[in-house]
């Protein structure tokens, strides 16, 4: 929530784009020693109006100003040490990891693998599977072993045994006992990138080689494949059937949905036969209707039936579900969105997929061939030292090892055997055994990439300005952030008395509206109001109050007369008296004029207290006054930063720029 106010800031404020100092363009501001180049302005300027600035010479002077006033913002920030605080810092490094991201890894590998996703999820497979589990650092023996067995249970099938036998009876996955390793239908994300990329490119019902994931070894048969049918919208009417049914129960309650089925057909609404008949409470006082659903929200069975209804109003035939038996009504289709609305929601999914390991993997073969990447990959050393207590959480680094040689160099860095096994001390933690010679090189692995990848990261302002710049705009925004929030903010918000003060010194600003308490009559067409403004001013003197008057004045104008409320009126929250005001301001009624008469719009307005200016406590303004004494501080408070400061604007090029 904190990243998305910043960044509003950053896109609602013109100067929070700042695109760096070059440090070699023409100077037009310096403040005390930091000088701002005319080329900085210029791009921002540029970036944020669609006039030149020869043609809006007015506005550029005031953006110049409020540039100014923003520059002085950030600089009390960091007098102040709020740059150097441990918060600020942590916040900073979470904002450049998340910017990093675009400019560190393979933006082509990224943006193919998104929309490769896209297409995928216009299709579902239907897949069934056999999982050999095998840990994904297991030894070459035990990896061996599982392989082999996967080719076996492979060629059992080939030599024709049912897939769903050997699933049902082999398969490491628990759920094959009951489905017979089927997975239904499937789409992109569903399952690992490997596995997925056999169902997108396999042929039906071919069986597929040992599939190596993260899980162990798939043997994989595709069975069917068909559009992604999106999100669908439907009715229903069940008769249940228990848990425990027999033929007899299902062909009574058949018989049931069978008669239900024909009176919809026939056209019976729909919403009263499920209010009247459908056993399922949930949806029947709701027409029946069902929250959209895509697939795998459903049971099968019901799923297929909604699919293939290609209308909406169509009903289904009676499907039989482990429910009971239903009809479906089609009500709407969602189809899949196109790609523009879908492809911030696909990049996310890409970057928290296994899939993404493509461009990390590109990344660091890039940053290796730029950086003379050098690479004595000696560990035997750690083979030796490294015992199961690693696997406790517990093992400690041996005092007797020679940890001087060089593992890697990238670039100007260079880490050696020491700084890995601090890498392995640190990062242990409790897990399952896994052998120790594949543990030692998993943990290498992701040491050396860590390191190469922070590299490239250490090194990205310096290689790319783009990045630099959106770092510097979040820099100053957090800055901008935390100032406003200390100075501004919080202390007009806290600030009771302060609050009082400025209310006090503008009365005429807040309390500005006129009031009066008012009673408000309806009279009917063809009134003769001359007599009914003559009799209710009668009664009134005789203190009637307006109920009674308007009981009276029926009987002597012979009309509708109706009292319809008395309130302390404002000028900005009823019509009625807004337009009494009105004829008070152009002089059509006087001051002391109490009962004032609308024809137009047969409606009568007594004053049963004289029109003044609205008079209201502060609280009641507390909203507004907020706000308003928020800009007074600032305001305030950028004129002592100006004199605070030095400032000059360099005239010769402000005037270039026009």
Same mark, same amino acid.
């Given at each position: 929530m904190r990243m998305k106010f910043i960044a509003l800031i950053i896109n609602l404020l013109l100067f929070f784009q700042l695109v760096g100092q070059t440090g070699d363009g023409i100077i037009l501001v310096t403040i005390d020693n930091e000088n701002i180049t005319k080329e900085e302005f210029v791009k921002?300027?540029?970036?944020?109006?669609?006039?030149?600035?020869?043609?809006?010479?007015?506005?550029?002077?005031?953006?110049?100003?409020?540039?100014? $006033?923003?520059?002085l913002k950030v600089l009390e920030a960091k007098d102040k040490g709020m740059d150097k605080t441990r918060e600020f810092i942590s916040e900073l490094s979470e904002y450049k990891q998340q910017l990093a991201k675009p400019f560190l890894f393979d933006n082509t590998s990224f943006e193919n693998l998104s929309f490769e996703a896209y297409q995928r999820t216009k299709h579902e497979v239907r897949a069934s599977h056999i999982l050999v589990r095998i840990n994904e650092f297991a030894s070459p023996e035990d990896t061996l072993a599982a392989y082999k067995k996967a080719v076996h249970l492979k060629s059992r099938i080939i030599n024709?045994?049912?897939?769903?036998?050997?699933?049902?009876?082999?398969?490491?996955?628990?759920?094959?006992?009951? $489905?017979?390793?089927?997975?239904?239908?499937?789409?992109?994300?569903?399952?690992? @990138?490997k596995f997925e990329n056999y169902l997108y490119n396999g042929v039906i019902n071919k069986i597929s080689a040992p599939i190596r994931t993260k899980y162990g070894y798939h043997i994989i048969k595709i069975t069917d494949k068909r559009p992604n049918p999106g999100k669908l919208k439907v009715a229903h009417i069940m008769v249940s059937v228990s848990p425990k049914k027999d033929s007899l129960q299902i062909d009574k309650a058949k018989l049931r949905i069978d008669s239900i089925y024909q009176m919809a057909t026939q056209g019976v609404d729909f919403a009263e036969l499920a209010l009247k008949y459908s056993e399922d409470k949930g949806t029947a006082a709701n027409k029946g209707e069902l929250p959209w659903f895509g697939t795998g929200g459903m049971s099968h069975e019901f799923e297929n039936a909604a699919i293939n209804l290609n209308r909406n109003g169509n009903i289904?035939?009676?499907?039989?579900?482990? @429910?009971?038996?239903?009809?479906?009504?089609?009500?709407?289709?969602?189809?899949?969105? $196109?790609? *523009?609305? +879908?492809?911030?929601?696909?990049?996310? +999914?890409?970057?928290?997929?296994?899939?993404?390991?493509?461009?990390?993997?590109? +990344?660091?073969?890039?940053?290796?061939?730029?950086?003379?990447?050098?690479?004595?990959?000696e560990l035997d050393i750690f083979y030796l030292a490294v015992d199961s207590t690693i696997f406790e959480g517990k093992w400690k680094l041996p005092e007797f090892i020679e940890l001087e040689p060089i593992l890697f160099v990238i670039g100007d860095k260079k880490y050696s055997k020491y700084d890995f096994a601090?890498?392995?001390?640190?990062?242990?933690?409790? &897990?399952?055994?896994?052998p120790i010679k594949n543990y030692v090189n998993q943990q290498y692995d992701e040491f050396k990439n860590k390191k190469i990848i922070d590299f490239e990261f250490n090194s990205l302002s310096n290689k790319n300005t783009k990045y630099k710049n959106m770092v510097n705009e979040f820099h100053d925004g957090i800055l901008l952030f935390e100032i406003m929030e200390k100075e501004i903010w919080e202390k007009a918000k806290n600030d009771t008395l302060g609050l009082k003060q400025f209310y006090k010194k503008n009365l005429d600003k807040y309390n500005k509206f006129y009031s009066a308490d008012i009673s408000i009559f309806n009279f009917g067409t063809d009134t003769d109001v001359k007599k009914l403004k003559k009799d209710f001013e009668k009664y009134k003197k005789k203190g009637l109050n307006d109920s009674l008057v308007s009981l009276k004045i029926k009987e002597t104008i012979d009309n509708e007369f109706l009292f319809?409320?008395?309130?302390?009126?404002?000028?900005?929250?009823?019509?009625?008296?807004?337009?009494?005001?009105?004829?008070?301001?152009?002089?059509?009624?006087?001051?002391?004029?109490?009962?004032?008469?609308? *024809?137009?719009?047969?409606? &009568?307005?007594?004053? $049963?207290?004289?029109?003044?200016?609205t008079k209201k406590s502060w609280k009641e303004y507390k909203g507004i006054l907020i706000s308003d004494y928020q800009d007074y501080l600032d305001n305030k408070w950028i004129k002592e930063l100006r004199l605070k400061h030095k400032i000059t604007i360099h005239p010769k090029a402000l005037k270039s720029m026009f």
């Open positions: 921002v300027y540029n970036k944020n109006n669609s006039k030149s600035l020869s043609d809006n010479k007015d506005s550029l002077k005031i953006q110049l100003g409020q540039f100014i $006033n923003f520059k024709g045994e049912s897939f769903k036998d050997v699933a049902s009876k082999t398969s490491d996955d628990p759920s094959a006992v009951r $489905n017979g390793g089927d997975l239904w239908y499937v789409k992109a994300f569903q399952t690992p @990138y289904s035939k009676p499907v039989l579900s482990q @429910y009971g038996w239903h009809i479906i009504k089609k009500i709407s289709r969602q189809a899949v969105p $196109n790609y *523009e609305q +879908m492809q911030d929601q696909i990049k996310k +999914m890409v970057s928290n997929s296994d899939r993404y390991d493509i461009c990390v993997q590109n +990344m660091i073969k890039r940053v290796q061939r730029e950086n003379n990447f050098l690479e004595n990959k601090k890498h392995l001390e640190e990062n242990q933690r409790k &897990m399952f055994p896994i319809i409320k008395r309130f302390v009126a404002d000028e900005n929250n009823n019509n009625a008296f807004k337009r009494v005001v009105a004829q008070l301001k152009s002089g059509e009624i006087s001051s002391k004029q109490k009962t004032i008469i609308f *024809e137009e719009y047969y409606n &009568m307005v007594y004053l $049963n207290t004289p029109i003044a200016k």
